[in-house]
């Protein structure tokens, strides 16, 4: 199993900065992805940003040039810094990891943080 602890959200005027943590616990495998998802009520939750262990990062197209994922492998934490925010960037972030096996993988979530940008 895997626990998830975030932090960081919170209430933030148009063109400020945040940035969110997550802090991993339990059993990692050591192939995995570590990302943030967001939802707004009565949409799907859609990824922002992931890095994988082997160093790979994406973006959704909406942040890029504004935020900014990092992993600290030794903490098991990734980061979520974003700059220049948006209220449409306001949402529910999640942090995801996924723990990936040669022929599986599982999700595991945080329990969700509220980022509220003001106009």
């Known amino acids: 199993q895997v626990q998830l602890a975030e932090s960081g959200g919170g209430l933030v005027q148009a063109g400020g900065s945040l940035r969110l943590s997550c802090a991993a616990s339990g059993s990692i495998t050591s192939d995995n992805h570590m990302g943030w998802y967001r939802q707004v009520p009565g949409k799907q939750r859609e990824l922002v940003a992931l890095?994988?262990?082997?160093?790979?990062?994406e973006y959704v197209d909406s942040v890029k040039g504004r935020f900014t994922i990092s992993r600290d492998n030794a903490k098991n934490t990734v980061y979520l810094q974003m700059n220049d925010l948006k209220p449409e960037d306001t949402a529910v972030y999640y942090c995801n990891v996924r723990c990936r096996w040669t022929w599986s993988h599982k999700d595991y979530w945080g329990q969700g943080t509220q980022v509220t940008v003001s106009s």
């Open positions: 890095t994988t262990s082997g160093g790979y990062t």
